[in-house]
Every structure is written in structure tokens, then in C-alpha cells.
């Protein structure tokens, strides 16, 4: 169970665990998904259209993306920015989930609502990612700038990247995007919550099973349905973030093509729609679902997993003390 469950008779996980599983998930799922998270920025970082027809367009589909980087930068190009990505998904896995148990037991010990609730796990979950956001958000953006650059590298690793970052653009460069990442985080990671618990209900309700016979399986499909979901609804809101953490980064843009500077949240929309239209709003899309579809999944697995594992040592401690 994610979230406060009333019905757990006792065996509820410690926060300290709850906060392991978290950062453990999301250790284990960036390694996995890092290539498609990768092709999915160049994507919406690429001004010209994302099409074969265009001449100036570097990259024009996932296959044909993932064999340029490979030509130009090798294998290790698919995980650039996996140091700060790596510290970004304990970091923000672990509050996260810690933040959304808290905010979900208070509910229920203060308005007896249903913990469980459809509303009631949106709003815990967009208010939990919004604090794990800003608790994590300078090593967001030093993330996308890793996987952003191409060759030669502006920045050489992760302490010359924020050494530059602070001495040419100062303090202020480490929350670029932040506005159009808490407008989009709250609604994404509420949806990720609330979406994963309904569709458990109905995967319970649709196929009966017995006990805890095939819950993995049940809750890497019913997260992986709700991170397609969720992307769906608010993907235009994490473009726009990426185009404004790499702004002051041009640079290292200009091998990929042409490169915008943005005054704002508000000016990046107006130009991105001027000059790309509204197909523009969803530049790497799909590699952005494939990786959703497989980081909730994978995130929420090894999340109720770990969990599960933490539960089964304990119930044992308890059984040899009372020996």
C-alpha cells in the first residue's frame, strides 16, 4: 500500500523505511530508464521540427535519435547527467514518499476521511512532490544540462558544472523552471497517486486473485498506466521547464540546432507557439511516455517491494522476541 493505510493491523513501515524504499526505487528505475530520459530532453529542447522532412532538424524519432548520440558520443551519452539524476531520484523518492505517508496519515487521524480516497491521494501527492521538487530542484537542472550538452562538454562533471553555473550566472540558475515545475509536478505526481490507486481497485475488481498472488505484476502494470496517464495531462508544462533550466546554457545548444532564450514562463509558451505551433507543446512525447510508463511502474514496484520486505523482517523480529 502507498500512502496511509488504517487497515494495516499494526504493520505499518517506519518512516525511515518508507523513506529507504522511496530513494531505493528511484535508484534502481533512473539506471534503467536514463537512455529514453535522455532522448526524450534532446527532443524537447529541439527547436526545428521533429521530422525527417525538415533538413535542419537533428533528431526526427527515437530510433534514429538513439543512433546518432551513439555515433556522435558514444554509449556512455545515454547517461549523461546520471551523477546529479541519481542524487535527484534518492533525494526525491525519499521525501516524496515520506512526505505523501505523513500528509495522508494526518488526513485520516484529522478529518476521518478515507485515506484511500481518489482526492484525497491527488492533493497529498502534488503537495509531496512539490516539497521533494524543491528540496532536489538545483540537481534537476544541473540533470538537464548534463543530458542536454553535447560534445565537447561545457561542463566536465558534476562539480565544474555547479561551479560554473554559480560563478557566470549565479545562485538563482540552480531554480530556473521552478514556477512551471511546481505547475506541473503537483498535477503530474497527484495524478501518478491517485491514478495508481484507482487502477488497482479496478485490476482487483477485474481480475480477482488470491492474496498477494501476482501483486507485482499488478503494480508495475497499474503504475505504468498511471504514469502514461498522468504525462498525458501535463506534458506541456514539463517542456516548457526544460526549455527554461537550459536557458543561459545556449553554447552548449548550438551544435543541435537553433537555440531561444526565454524572458519567462509566459514568453516560452508565446514563442513556442508562434514558432512551432501547438505540435510544439508536445516535442518528445513519446519517448516521454515510454519512460513514464516504465519509471511509475518501476518506481512503484520496487517502492511496494521494498516495503513488503521491510514488513516480512520485522514481522520476524517480532516472532523470535516473543520466543
Known amino acids: 500500500m502507498v500512502g496511509y493505510d488504517p487497515n494495516t ?13 522511496g530513494s531505493a526505487s528511484g535508484l534502481v528505475t533512473r539506471a534503467l530508464i536514463s537512455p529514453l530520459d535522455v532522448i526524450k530532453i534532446r527532443f524537447q529542447l529541439q527547436v526545428e521540427h521533429l521530422s525527417s522532412s525538415d533538413p535542419h532538424a537533428k533528431y526526427h524519432g527515437i530510433i534514429q535519435a538513439a543512433r546518432q548520440i551513439l555515433k556522435e558520443e558514444g554509449l556512455t551519452a545515454f547517461w549523461k547527467g546520471h551523477i546529479p539524476a541519481q542524487i535527484l531520484s534518492i533525494g526525491y523518492g525519499a521525501v516524496q514518499f515520506v512526505t505523501f505517508e505523513l500528509l495522508t496519515e494526518l488526513v485520516h487521524r484529522t478529518v476521518w476521511h478515507d485515506p484511500r480516497n481518489f482526492s484525497v491521494h491527488f492533493v497529498c501527492g502534488g503537495i509531496s512532490a512539490c516539497a521533494a521538487t524543491l528540496a532536489v530542484q538545483p540537481v534537476d537542472v544541473l540533470r538537464t544540462r548534463f543530458a542536454a550538452q553535447g560534445e565537447p562538454k561545457i561542463y566536465r562533471n558534476l562539480r565544474h558544472g555547479v561551479m560554473m553555473m554559480y560563478k557566470t550566472e549565479g545562485p538563482l ?3 530556473r523552471g521552478l514556477p512551471p515545475t511546481l505547475i506541473a509536478v503537483f498535477p503530474y505526481a497527484g495524478f501518478q497517486f491517485s491514478f495508481y490507486s484507482a487502477l488497482k481497485q479496478v485490476y482487483e475488481w477485474a481480475i480477482p486473485v488470491d492474496g498477494k498472488k501476482n501483486a507485482n505484476l ?28 537550459v536557458g543561459g546554457f545556449e553554447k552548449a545548444r548550438e551544435p543541435f540546432g537553433q537555440v531561444r532564450k526565454y524572458e519567462g514562463f509566459l514568453d516560452c509558451v508565446r514563442k513556442i507557439f508562434q514558432e512551432e505551433g501547438t505540435q510544439g507543446f508536445f516535442k518528445g512525447l513519446t519517448p516521454s511516455l515510454l519512460k513514464s510508463a516504465m519509471s511509475t511502474g518501476l518506481v512503484f514496484f520496487w517502492y511496494e517491494l521494498f ?5 516480512c523482517r520485522n514481522t520476524a523480529d517480532t516472532r523470535r522476541q516473543g520466543e
Request: aromatic fraction near 10%.
Open 218 to 245: 499488478k503494480n508495475l502494470l497499474c503504475g505504468s498506466g498511471a504514469g502514461v496517464i498522468s504525462k498525458t495531462l501535463t506534458y506541456p508544462l514539463d517542456l516548457f521547464k526544460k526549455r527554461l533550466q
Open 9 to 21: 493491523n499494526g504493520k505499518k513501515n517506519s518512516k525511515a523505511e518508507v523513506a529507504v524504499a
Open 173 to 175: 540558475a540552480f531554480y
Open 307 to 311: 516495503c513488503h520486505l521491510f514488513s
